[in-house]
């Protein structure tokens, strides 16, 4: 029903920037969620931003004003900007879309059922 496939990520100096990237295929004309999730060793996956089907955006705490979720409809791709980067942004970072949520902006990774395969950020300091 969906693939989702990751570009981007590498390893960046603190305060500098990255783009990930995230093609989407979705068999389904309704509409769905996508987010960016991030799981550092030895910790939980976290939510990082959501888009809802509805283009409303939310970012985490700890990413706001920092990083962007958006996505480029033509080329059916989702993409987190990140900008200031930071040491403790450093981890794996997913892509992933819940079929069946249109208006749900929670940060919950048990809410989505597919993923992209994972980047690797990391952030040196």
């Known amino acids: 029903q969906v693939q989702l496939v990751q570009s981007g990520g590498g390893s960046v100096q603190a305060g500098g920037s990255l783009r990930l990237s995230c093609t989407v295929s979705?068999?389904?004309?309704?509409?769905?969620?996508l987010g960016w999730f991030r799981q550092a060793p030895g910790k939980e996956r976290e939510g990082v931003a959501i888009?809802?089907?509805?283009?409303?955006?939310r970012h985490a705490d700890s990413v706001k004003g920092r990083f962007t979720i958006s996505k480029d409809n033509a080329k059916n791709t989702l993409f987190l900007q990140m900008s200031s980067l930071k040491p403790e942004d450093t981890a794996v970072y997913y892509c992933?879309?819940?079929?069946?949520?249109?208006?749900?902006?929670?940060?919950?990774?048990?809410?989505?059922?597919?993923w992209g395969q994972g980047t690797e950020v990391t952030v040196s300091s």
């Open positions: 992933a879309a819940a079929l069946g949520c249109r208006m749900s902006l929670r940060l919950n990774a048990e809410e989505y059922e597919y």
């Open positions: 888009l809802n089907a509805f283009g409303t955006t």
């Open positions: 979705v068999s389904t004309p309704n509409g769905y969620c």
